[in-house]
C-alpha cells in the first residue's frame, strides 16, 4: 500500500498494488507543468487506484489533444491521472509519502531536456517516448538561446509571463515541501533581487499559496494550467521555477539542498555540493 498527498494535503490517494513503471520525463510540458528540470511518474494497474480525498478538489487543464493535465486547485500540485482505457494510474513521483520500492527505469523525452540541466545516471535515455509506448515526439516547446542578462518564462498555457534580469543563484532542493508541491524527485530553482523581476502578463491569473506552519515557504502557479510561477519572497527576491524558463538562464544549478529528506526513490548522480539541510552560501 502507497499513499501520495499533494502539498496542502487536500488530494490525498493510495495504490494497492505494486508500481510496475517509473521514469523520468524531460518534455516541455512536463518541465512547465512541475516548474522542474523532469517530472517522474510511476504507474499501477488502474484497479489499484483509491481517492481517500479531494477527487474534487483537482482543476483540469486541457493540454493537447491527447490529454489532460490535473492539478490541486489550492496549492498547484499535480494530481494522478487516471487511463482506465490503458489499464494504468500514474502518479507524479513527488507526491508518494514513504519507499514505493520501484526506481526510476528510464528517461524519456530528452530531446525537450531543459539546456541547464545535465543527465549523470546510466539510465536508457528517449529521445522522445520510448519504442514500447510507441514512439513519436509528442509536442515541444524549444527553449530560446539565451540573451545575456535577462530571463524570459511562462507557464504552460502560456497566459503568465516574466523577464528578469540575471541571477544570482541556482539550485535544486529535495526538502518535502519542495517534492509535493513540484511533484517531482526535487525543486530547482532561480532567484533573482526583487527589483530585477517584471509581470510581461497575466499576474491577475496567479495564485499564491503559503504553508500555514511555515516561516516563508510557498508556491504560486497559474489558476488556468497549474504551472509553478515565480513567487516573490518577504526576503527580496524571486524564486523563479526553472521549469518554467523560455530562455538558458545562463547559470547552472550550483547545490542540492536538504538532500536530508530526499525521495528514497531518487539517486543524485552528478558532482554537485550536497547539503543536509540549507546551504550555508
Ligand atoms: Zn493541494
Ligand atoms: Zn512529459
Ligand atoms: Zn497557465
Known sequence: MTKATCLCGALEYEFTAPFDQMLHCHCSMCRKHHGTAFATFAAAP?????????KDAMTTYASSDQGNRFFCSTCGAVGPTLMPEAGFAICPAGNLLGDPGIR?????????????????DTLPQHEGYPPEFGGGFGLNRPVAAAQPGVLVGSCLCGEVAYEAGAPFRMHSCHC???RRGRSAAHGTNVFVKIDDFRWTRGQSNIVEYKVPEARFFGVAFCARCGADVPRASSR?????PAGSLDTDPGIRPQAHIFVGSKAPWFEITDNIPQFTEASPA
Do not use: L
Open 104 to 120: 526510476p527505469q528510464m528517461h524519456m523525452f530528452v530531446g525537450s531536456k531543459a539546456p541547464w540541466y545535465t543527465i549523470t
Open 46 to 54: 488502474v484497479a489499484a487506484f483509491r481517492w481517500i480525498a479531494g
Open 236 to 240: 527580496g527576491f524571486f524564486v523563479i
Open 176 to 178: 518535502s515541501r519542495c
